[in-house]
């Protein structure tokens, strides 16, 4: 602060209009830049997970798709023949149910660890705040 006394005022009080300009910029572009750091990084890790899950849902369908293939020779045997052979073509459909519902169960577990961006939705929701000068209704 300059003072009645004759002291020249410091290099803060006589920085201009565009300067304090220039650095809200750079200050929001840095912050900006940084948002989309962490959004790339949360959107990676979601990905992973996402994968994961339709992952097994894919084999779930694949499952289910034999099942549906074993139950139709299994029961297309069973009619045609009466004896036999007809019961182990039910025996593997029963298989590949139960690694179906495996799957599905596991698959439906990845897929619910999936949280989206929450770090980022968390900071972004402060920026308007930060650009007014209310950093402390962010806390």
Same mark, same amino acid.
């Given at each position: 602060m300059s003072s009645a006394y004759g002291e020249s005022p410091s290099p803060e009080e006589t920085r201009s209009i565009g300067?304090? %300009? +220039?650095?809200?910029?750079?200050?929001?572009?840095?912050? /900006?830049?940084?948002?989309?750091e962490l959004a790339k990084a949360e959107v990676k890790e979601s990905t992973s997970?996402?994968?994961k899950g339709v992952g097994m849902f894919v084999?779930?369908?694949?499952?289910?798709?034999?099942?549906?293939v074993f139950l139709s020779v299994s029961a297309w045997w069973g %009619? +045609?023949?009466h004896i036999g052979n007809e019961?182990?073509? /039910?025996?593997?459909?029963?298989?590949?149910?139960?690694?179906?519902?495996i799957l599905a169960v596991v698959g439906k577990?990845?897929?619910e660890k999936v949280k989206g961006l929450?770090?980022?939705?968390?900071?972004?929701?402060k920026i308007p705040d930060a650009l007014k000068g209310h950093e402390e209704n962010n806390r």
């Amino acid at each position: 602060m300059s003072s009645a006394y004759g002291e020249s005022p410091s290099p803060e009080e006589t920085r201009s209009i565009g300067e304090i %300009l +220039g650095d809200v910029s750079r200050n929001v572009t840095t912050l /900006l830049r940084q948002e989309v750091e962490l959004a790339k990084a949360e959107v990676k890790e979601s990905t992973s997970k996402a994968s994961k899950g339709v992952g097994m849902f894919v084999g779930a369908a694949v499952a289910g798709l034999l099942f549906l293939v074993f139950l139709s020779v299994s029961a297309w045997w069973g %009619l +045609g023949l009466h004896i036999g052979n007809e019961w182990s073509g /039910l025996v593997v459909a029963l298989i590949w149910a139960v690694i179906g519902a495996i799957l599905a169960v596991v698959g439906k577990k990845e897929l619910e660890k999936v949280k989206g961006l929450p770090q980022t939705a968390d900071s972004v929701s402060k920026i308007p705040d930060a650009l007014k000068g209310h950093e402390e209704n962010n806390r």
